[in-house]
């Protein structure tokens, strides 16, 4: 009943709203925030069943971890995915708990005048975000040479 | 100009092409009029005021929401303008789409001025003393048109069909953040709901194509603060009270009209 | 058909509407039970009521030297003479409790460091009395009156139901009968009551600063159920519209400090109104524009092909015009590219209120061909000529008319329903069916003919613009009446070539040409007519105002080969007509 209505309304759903073509800087944070938050959902879950094999005893253990190591490069690069996910996520939670809870980078209630450039993506929010990315990106470089060189590559 | 919209007539979809000669200081609707008139009678889309403050024309312009009665063809910068009614929104026919859950919406969150003495509503003998920067704190959102372009930006409205969205939110906090307004117990059940104020994560997609520069992503982000505010720390508003009735005689230098020719009947 | 009851059924959402509904509905406070139909052909925040800019004016401050004298007096004179004095002194006093209720009900009015609310200077005033909110005034105070609105249960709303007749039967009004845009349905609305306040005509002619929606709507209504029309030669021509669309460029940009310039650089009203310049009342600054313009020193633009002046603010400041003109700022950069700090803007006379209307008394009741009211019918706002504003009306008394006749004529509604407790009305059936065949049979399901709906309105809206504009003539006037009797009998035979029933706008923009095309008519022979010049109807053959011939109301009602005419006088009652100079 619920699909059925959501499909009569033009142009909706999960996946289009993803899409975040032609619009501002925001909303692709908003639209990275949740797949990151997807990714470390998915991640958790398999962390905690790879962990509970340590309770069925040493042999199982040892299985799981030649199972992952049986994956080669992939786990590394999954290892490394998830590390940027993590980066990013916790970093643009700060930003959103700065914006919602303390009402700070949002600017002040003024006057609209024309042309109407939002206060709240204006410039403050926008340096804020820019910090964000250079911050993960730079971190996340470091933990991808990490990786790399745990593999022997550098 | 080519021009690409849109149709529906009840039963099928499909996409028109139209062309039409444009100058560049034509807007969007003028083309549209022109179509109608023109070319193709069955053309339905909305229209009022023609200059932007009544927000009948909304609708998707290339990509992106818009009134077609503010966007100039010179801004577009492009060749051919693709037209698609708003997203998100049942759609009647071709252009015009179903606003009711709009209105309900709107209407759910009690946008209307809320006093403890009811009766300080009824009868006014002076005004609420409010001052210029009590003012600003409120005003800004008072610009809204009530067009829909931000429900038609703001992606969880697209997820879920229950989330109040960000025209009914900034509303609220217009009313919250007014000084004379005594209402934010009535209101906060409606607001601190998992459909209300904690859906919305903060795209700011509404404020990127609000005509009218009303922000309402700040005012959904201020009105988290004032519901934290209210259940952690239980800090109520103050508000504001009425003027005093100044009687004092009119001055000696002050404009007069002529005396009267007749008599008044019961007069001042 | 889908019939509905309702007791009061109120067309057109604007000012006037809204504040009706919400009196009635104030007023009873459930204890009768009464249920409000609110009808409207656009969605309730869309009407033109939104694009009001300038202010509202209201006697706040008597300690300070305002009066309701002054105001009454102000009013008089600004209308020339032709307002009903009784009307226009309970007006004024109403007048200043409606700002403060509803500055109670939300409205950000501009205030004073203090607190109190602010005033400013307008055309044709003796003492600031425009209250202001940011040159947006009428929007918010739509705004407040919606809310509001929405706090009451009992009423029900109707967007985008086109009312196409009334149903009057026996001197007594019986119900509406409206097309369901949404579904093609037809409807008949059964009331006991009914108010029109379906606003202006501005579409009658090309540049115009009305909306798409202003087409004159509540007259034609009338007009068609045989109820007479008063004063409908007097259009107003607002001064300042953008070049070449017609926008409005509010009266506050004067009362700021505007200047009006023509080709040589000269700030020309004083020679027109030495005293008071560019704040002059309205018809004396648009003549005195097309007379500039008439006479040579106004400037041409080559991208629309008019003539136009400026309008001069680059003096006033940055600071002011961001705090006191935003929107003006915002018209000139969205549509021309002209920022108004740097440069003047192009203006030219624009059609913009009619002071005319349904004749109705001094509560808002609806009078019959003989002077009687007729029973359960209501106006109030612009779609009525109470005549407050007679011949001219001064900027900023549109909006509080429409607040003091809208809590006038809600009180006299519910004081019907209450002292008669008048039962449901039952029409006959054939006057419903005729009406109903007149649209789907007629207009809708017509195969022959070829005339075309837009290419009728078109010339309609040029003979006017032409014909019937600022400054007439008795031949021009002529040429209009002639065009627009042949307008009508091609109207006879216009084909639609959208059959479908939802959302059928070629429908309505059929049945609105109807409309328009009988006010047309009425205008251009009432303009003929009247043999002298009065506030906003100028004639160069008859270039004097005639006080011993033409101190009357035209009244004009539907006969079988065009408009009646006949007249009725004028109620004075504390002054007597002077020269008016400014």
């Known amino acids: ?154 | ?268 | 058909m889908e019939t509905l009851d309702y007791d009061v059924a109120i067309v057109g959402t604007g000012l006037a509407g809204l504040r009706t509904a919400i009196e009635v509905l104030r007023r009873d406070k459930g204890r009768l039970g009464l249920r409000v139909a609110v009808i409207s052909k656009l969605y309730l925040m869309r009407s033109h009521s939104v694009s009001a800019e300038g202010g509202t004016s209201a006697v706040l401050y008597p300690e300070e030297g305002d009066s309701f004298e002054l105001m009454a007096w102000d009013t008089i004179k600004g209308s020339d003479f032709l307002a009903d004095q009784d009307a226009v002194w309970r007006f004024v006093h109403l007048a200043t409790q409606e700002i403060r209720l509803i500055e109670r009900w939300g409205v950000p009015w501009n205030r004073r460091d203090d607190g109190r609310i602010e005033q400013r200077w307008f055309g044709g005033l003796s003492f600031p009395r425009a209250t202001y909110a940011q040159d947006k005034t009428g929007f918010f105070e739509m705004r407040a009156l919606y809310d509001t609105l929405l706090k009451y249960e009992n009423w029900d709303r109707f967007d985008e139901n086109f009312v196409t007749s009334i149903v009057i039967e026996n001197n007594e009004f019986k119900g509406f009968t409206a097309i369901d845009l949404k579904t093609g349905n037809f409807r008949y609305f059964r009331a006991k009551a009914g108010v029109i306040a379906t606003g202006g005509a501005g579409q009658l002619y090309r540049i115009t600063s009305m909306a798409a929606s202003s087409t004159g709507d509540g007259y034609g209504l009338a007009y068609n159920a045989g109820l007479p029309l008063k004063d409908m030669e007097f259009v107003q021509f607002h001064p300042t519209g953008l070049v070449p669309r017609g926008i409005l460029i509010t009266e506050a940009a004067r009362g700021e400090g505007a200047y009006l310039i023509n080709k040589d650089g000269e700030r020309f009203m004083k020679k027109y109104a030495p005293s008071k310049m560019e704040l002059a009342p309205r018809d004396i600054v648009s003549r005195a524009i097309m007379k500039e313009i008439m006479e040579g020193r106004g400037i041409y633009d080559d991208n629309s092909g008019l003539y136009h002046v400026w309008l001069d603010m680059r003096h006033l400041g940055k600071e002011k015009i961001e705090e006191r003109l935003p929107f003006i700022r915002e018209i000139g950069l969205k549509y021309l590219g002209i920022d108004i700090v740097d440069q003047p803007l192009p203006i030219r006379p624009t059609v913009h209120y009619n002071m005319g209307g349904i004749h109705v008394d001094i509560d808002g009741k609806v009078l019959n061909a003989n002077g009687s009211p007729v029973k359960g019918l209501w106006a109030a706002g612009e779609a009525a000529c109470v005549s407050i504003h007679g011949s001219n009306r001064l900027g900023s008394n549109g909006t509080n008319e429409c607040l003091v006749y809208g809590y006038i004529v809600g009180n006299d509604v519910y004081n019907y329903i209450e002292k008669e407790r008048p039962a449901l009305p039952n029409p006959s059936q054939n006057i419903l069916l005729a009406e109903e065949d007149r649209i789907f049979g007629k207009i809708l399901g017509k195969e022959s003919g070829g005339e075309d709906v837009y290419q009728i309105k078109d010339e309609l809206k040029d003979t006017m613009e032409k014909y019937v504009h600022v400054y007439r003539t008795g031949s021009d006037l002529e040429k209009a009446v002639i065009k627009i009797k042949e307008l009508k009998e091609r109207y006879k035979y216009i084909k639609l070539s959208d059959k479908s029933r939802i959302f059928n706008y070629n429908l309505e923009h059929a049945l609105e040409l109807g409309f328009m095309l009988d006010i047309a008519e009425v205008i251009a022979r009432g303009a003929l007519l009247r043999t002298e010049s009065r506030g906003a109807h100028a004639r160069l053959d008859y270039p004097n105002r005639d006080d011993a011939n033409w101190l009357k109301h035209t009244i004009a009602l539907k006969g079988a080969e065009g408009p009646l005419f006949s007249y009725i006088p004028v109620k004075i009652t504390m002054w007597k007509p002077v020269a008016r100079v400014y």
């Open chain 2, 1 to 268: 100009m080519k021009v690409r919209i849109r149709r529906f007539d009840g039963q099928k979809e499909w996409w028109q092409d139209y062309e039409v000669d444009a100058k560049p200081s034509d807007t969007v609707l003028d083309i549209l009029n022109r179509i109608r008139e023109k070319h193709d009678h069955t053309l339905a889309f909305r229209q009022s005021c023609q200059m932007g403050s009544c927000g009948s024309c909304g609708m998707v312009i290339n990509g992106l929401p818009a009134l077609a009665c503010q966007t100039r063809i010179s801004e577009l910068k492009t060749e051919s303008i693709r037209l698609e009614p708003l997203y998100n929104y049942k759609v009647i026919k071709d252009l015009v789409v179903d606003l009711t859950d709009f209105v309900n919406k709107h209407r759910s969150v009690k946008p209307w001025m809320i006093r403890k003495n009811p009766q300080e509503l009824e009868e006014a003998p002076m005004e609420f003393k409010v001052t210029p920067d009590q003012n600003l704190t409120f005003v800004q959102f008072d610009y809204c048109i009530m067009c829909g372009l931000c429900l038609a930006a703001c992606p969880t409205v697209a997820i879920d069909p229950l989330f109040l969205g960000p025209q009914a939110l900034a509303q609220a906090y217009r009313y919250i953040a007014d000084p004379r307004d005594e209402g934010f117990e009535e209101r906060i059940e409606i607001l601190d709901d998992s459909h209300g104020v904690w859906r919305c994560h903060f795209a700011g997609a509404c404020s990127y194509v609000c005509p009218k520069g009303v922000d309402p992503a700040k005012a959904i982000q201020y009105l988290k603060k004032e519901v934290l505010k209210y259940r952690l720390l239980h800090k109520k508003k103050v508000s504001v009270k009425p003027a005093e009735l100044i009687q004092k005689p009119p001055p000696a230098n002050a404009p007069k009209p002529p005396p009267f020719d007749f008599k008044i009947e019961g007069g001042e």
């Open chain 1, 1 to 154: 009943m619920e699909k059925e209505k959501e499909e009569k309304r033009y142009k909706s759903g999960l996946l289009r709203s993803l899409w975040p073509y032609k619009f501002n800087l925001e909303r692709y944070t908003y639209t990275l925030h949740r797949i990151t938050g997807v990714i470390l959902i998915l991640y958790l879950i398999a962390h905690v069943f790879e962990i509970y094999h340590i309770a069925l005893g040493p042999v199982a253990w040892q299985q799981t971890m030649a199972l992952l190591s049986s994956l080669g490069i992939w786990e590394k690069i999954g290892l490394w995915i998830i590390a940027g996910s993590a980066l990013y996520h916790g970093a643009n939670g700060l930003r959103l708990i700065l914006n919602e809870a303390f009402g700070m980078l949002l600017g002040k209630p003024v006057l609209p005048e024309y042309p109407y450039t939002p206060t709240s993506l204006s410039r403050n929010q926008k340096i804020a975000i820019y910090t964000i990315v250079v911050i993960v990106v730079a971190l996340w470089i470091w933990a991808g040479i990490y990786l790399l060189w745990g593999l022997g590559i550098i």
